[in-house]
């Protein structure tokens, strides 16, 4: 069966609500596999792409949905047994570390994932030109594989100012889809109904307005259902 693949950070997880993927997925009668991470960066997002193609969990002619996140956010991935390395990267605040397994040698690794730099990673920032360099490839690889790819972006300033220009024009030189008008900036223009738990945050309600009255018509219109 078709599916809907979702990449992005937490304004596409599914949680303690309905995202807009699953919404959207019932609304397309389409099933979703959702490899979103909350607090995750656009690095990890490349590293989970990665790993479901090589996973033959992508097929053709599923429709992939890559929300951009913030480009600075700071993503290390180590062995889950180097504890010296996960403490030093790792910080208290961030929700959580994913776990993975790497396919040569077996064994785990565990994602630091940071929103910002602090005290403790000050020093571990990162070469935000240079990631976006890599995102941008792997969304034209993506586009090669699965041609009903489709960019969005979770908030207007994901892409530091000046280079949101350049990341628009290779999007539109290789003919991938994308909706200039971030889903952050919808909500607060339409909806604006916003998650108590998670301030900042649509909340199913706006989930839902985005699914049907933005994605929907958008892969209707491109003839993708």
């Known amino acids: 069966?078709?599916?809907i693949i979702v990449l992005g950070c937490s304004f596409s997880t599914s949680g303690h609500m309905r995202?807009?993927?699953e919404i959207l997925s019932g609304m397309c009668n389409l099933e979703m596999f959702n490899l979103a991470q909350a607090g995750g960066s656009n690095s990890l997002q490349v590293k989970r792409y990665q790993r479901a193609v090589i996973d033959g969990e992508i097929d053709e002619d599923d429709i992939v949905i890559w929300q951009i996140t913030y480009a600075i956010r700071y993503n290390k991935r180590f062995k889950t047994s180097n504890k010296k390395d996960i403490d030093e990267n790792f910080r208290e605040?961030?929700?959580s570390k994913?776990?993975?397994i790497n396919i040569f040698d077996g064994e785990e690794r565990s994602d630091c994932m940071h929103l910002n730099p602090n005290s403790r990673t000050s020093d571990r920032r990162n070469d935000v030109a240079e990631n976006l360099q890599e995102l941008?490839?792997?969304i034209i690889v993506c586009k090669k594989q699965n041609p009903k790819t489709l960019v969005i972006f979770g908030w207007d300033d994901v892409i530091p100012e000046g280079w949101e220009t350049e990341f628009i024009k290779i999007l539109e030189n290789y003919n991938i889809d994308y909706i200039e008008e971030s889903i952050l900036s919808y909500v607060y223009r339409e909806p604006q109904s916003f998650d108590a738990e998670y301030p900042g945050?649509?909340?199913e309600y706006s989930n839902r307005h985005f699914a049907e009255k933005?994605?929907?018509p958008k892969l209707n219109s491109m003839d993708w259902l």
Do not use: A
């Open 136 to 138: 941008i490839f792997h």
């Open 201 to 203: 945050h649509p909340d």
């Open 98 to 100: 994913p776990i993975s």
């Open 19 to 21: 995202s807009w993927g």
């Open 93 to 95: 605040d961030t929700p």
């Open 214 to 216: 933005v994605l929907l």
């Open 1 to 3: 069966m078709r599916k």
